[in-house]
Nanobody, 116 residues
Framework: QVQLVESGGGLVQAGGSLRLSCAASGITFSDYDMAWFRQAPGKQRELAAIISNGGATTYPDAVKGRFTISRDNAKNIVSLQMTSLKPEDTAVYYC??????????WGQGTQVTVSS
């Protein structure tokens, strides 16, 4: 049974920082690309950051320079360090595991709210 469990969300003032974590179980973690997506109310889910199984990272322009994704293959954890947060970063943040074999797994999400 695959589980992705996010933690670390909360309420923060604009300009502040938060660190999200996603603990994975039931998969060979090192075989998977790991990503953080986010979904704001009334908007489509969008990519926030991705780290390949080899450690390569990609960020959309909206978060580049402010967000950092990292992974610990020994602990099966992927993290998202978010700095200089803006009200427009307010969303539910989801962890995703994927690879070429097919199944895509999602966590249940964690709320991040940035107040102005």
């Amino acid at each position: 049974q695959v589980q992705l469990v996010e933690s670390g969300g909360g309420l923060v003032q604009a300009g502040g920082s938060l660190r999200l974590s996603c603990a994975a179980s039931g998969i060979t973690f090192s075989d998977y690309d790991m990503a953080w997506f986010r979904q704001a109310p009334g908007k489509q889910r969008e990519l926030a950051a991705i780290i390949s199984n080899g450690g390569a990272t990609t960020y959309p322009d909206a978060v580049k320079g402010r967000f950092t994704i990292s992974r610990d293959n020994a602990k099966n954890i992927v993290s998202l360090q978010m700095t200089s947060l803006k009200p427009e970063d307010t969303a539910v943040y989801y962890c995703r595991a994927s690879n070429w074999k097919g199944p895509v797994y999602w966590g249940q999400g964690t709320q991040v709210t940035v107040s102005s």
